[in-house]
């Protein structure tokens, strides 16, 4: 297993756009593939990948939940293009 993590303190240095494409070049190799979004202030990587659920699904299942132990991290991912997504 290899974690790749795109992090910086700057904001608008293209991390979400980084991470969105590296996860889908990756998945085309047939890795399994998990995405974290944990920019509070931008939704981008969470509506790239789940533009089509609704915002109070998202705020009852995401990373939040998950890491204030209200939820169990499995209970917070969704499948998107054959990446498992943990949403904002």
Do not use: H, W
Not at 11 to 40: E, H, N, R, W, Y
């Amino acid at each position: 297993m290899k974690i790749i993590t795109s992090a910086s303190l700057k904001g608008g240095v293209s991390k979400s756009t980084i991470s969105i494409f590296l996860a889908l070049a990756i998945s085309q190799l047939k890795k399994k593939v998990l995405v974290i979004d944990l920019d509070p202030q931008s939704y981008s990587l969470t509506d790239f990948f789940l533009r089509d659920l609704s915002i109070e699904e998202i705020d009852k299942k995401n990373a939040y939940q998950a890491f204030s132990d209200r939820k169990q991290l499995k209970e917070c991912m969704f499948q998107s293009q054959g990446i498992t997504v943990i949403p904002c």
